[in-house]
């Protein structure tokens, strides 16, 4: 499948035979990321290049959403929150916390669609904290990896208003809703 990805794995444009959200302790603190994603991925028999994004929540948490034929997963945490333009002087910066998603489509991208799509997954998901009452528009960590098949005719829009950026903000806006609900 052909990728697109914030990842620290794997991030960038490219082609992935599989894609991770590792689960961590709140302790975690290895930064050989690649080596780790690698021992994942050969204790579960994957092979070929693939995206790993880490995350301390729980797995079993993962939301998964689908509008208009796109699929999204994500992991939703958010013990610290940040505004992505930096918090006020008077508070010290935050960090922890990852919000992951992984945004399959059943369609092809065109380099600026998939950019696009970016975008429009960040925002969605930054509408859904705003809803929920998160004072933030992400965390410090937040990932995203988009996934389409690699042999597909190429979209050329992805932003909101578009048929598949409308399917996209839709399916994140839930996920990331359902994953930020106050938990008791």
Not at 47 to 59: C, E, H, K, Q, S
Not at 98 to 122: E, F, H, K, M, S
């Amino acid at each position: 499948m052909s990728v697109l990805s914030s990842a620290p794995v794997g991030g960038g444009p490219g082609v992935a035979e599989w894609v991770l959200n590792i689960g961590v302790g709140s302790d975690y603190d290895r930064i050989d990321l690649s080596d780790h994603a690698g021992e994942v991925a050969a204790e579960l028999g994957l092979r070929g290049p693939g995206v790993a994004m880490f995350t301390a929540v729980d797995l079993s948490r993962r939301q998964r959403c689908i509008s208009g034929g796109v699929a999204v997963d994500a992991t939703v945490g958010i013990s610290h929150p940040t505004w992505a333009a930096g918090t006020p002087a008077t508070d010290p910066p935050a960090v922890g916390g990852t919000i992951n998603l992984v945004v399959q489509l059943p369609v092809g991208l065109d380099p600026g669609a998939a950019v696009n799509a970016v975008i429009t997954a960040t925002e969605a998901k930054a509408q859904a904290l705003a809803a929920r009452g998160v004072p933030g528009t992400g965390t410090a960590t937040d990932a995203v990896t988009l996934v389409w098949p690699a042999e597909s005719s190429a979209e050329r829009f992805a932003g909101p208003r578009s048929q598949w950026g409308t399917s996209i903000a839709q399916a994140v806006y839930q996920a990331v809703w359902a994953g930020a609900e106050p938990r008791g």
